[in-house]
């Protein structure tokens, strides 16, 4: 999955629409954000609280929260992906967590062991046009979506980035290296644990973005 912040769609609806200054930022800063227990599993009991991730019927990893306490079925039932869905799974109910997303409130990233997220300045050179990734002039396609053309390295690990069973479930942009203001998140192809020492990054194409998300 992957989607604008409300920051964000506040800010394009006042600037396209009702003549409001809004001022794109020249630098994106690229995080990575958590979820409590990584990827959903069978027969396993969970708390309200707890986050894991899912990859539903729409091919997109998402992120849902335990809204009531219990055991997921030993067979899964159907995860459409619709955003705010909630899914009775076995007697664990589960609820899509895109508006928490957009508001921010859903957003966990790590903390200590060296993370920091990548300062990332926006030009035609380091994200691709909508014609297709790698591409360097102004946008010509038709297909909504831009990536990134250069690699994303995060610096090495000093201390694992999760604490288990949690695991990095996705990432997200900023418009500050610290705090700031969130613009756009989105899930990753799977969870990843990173641990001391780990190499950590995105390769050229490898984080994309739909802007009519």
């Known amino acids: ?72 079925a030993a067979t899964a039932p159907v995860y459409p992906g619709a955003s705010n869905e909630v899914i009775t799974d076995g007697t664990a ?20 062991g060296g993370y920091a997220r990548v300062a990332i300045a926006c030009s035609l050179a380091n994200f691709a046009g909508t014609q297709g990734a790698g591409t360097t002039v102004a946008s010509t396609g038709t297909s909504a979506t831009t990536s990134n053309n250069g690699i994303i390295t995060f610096p090495t690990p000093s201390a694992a980035w999760q604490t288990a069973p949690a695991e990095i479930w996705g990432f997200a942009t900023y418009d500050a290296l610290t705090a700031g203001n969130l613009l756009r998140f989105g899930g990753l192809t799977a969870d990843q644990i990173i641990n001391t020492g780990n190499s950590v990054s995105f390769a050229p194409a490898a984080m994309t973005i739909k802007v009519d998300q």
Not at 23 to 41: D, E, H, K, Q, R
Not at 48 to 53: A, I, L
């Open 1 to 72: 999955m992957a989607g604008t912040s409300n920051y964000l769609q506040n800010k394009l609806v006042d600037a396209e629409l009702r003549a409001q200054a809004f001022s794109f930022p020249a630098t994106i800063y690229v995080a990575l954000t958590l979820c409590t227990n990584g990827p959903l599993a069978r027969s396993t009991a969970y708390t309200v609280g707890q986050t894991v991730s899912y990859v539903a019927a729409d091919g997109n990893n998402h992120l849902y929260k335990v809204t009531t306490a219990g055991t997921t």
């Open 93 to 112: 109910v589960l609820t899509e967590q895109t508006s928490a997303l957009e508001a921010g409130t859903a957003i966990s990233e790590p903390s200590g």
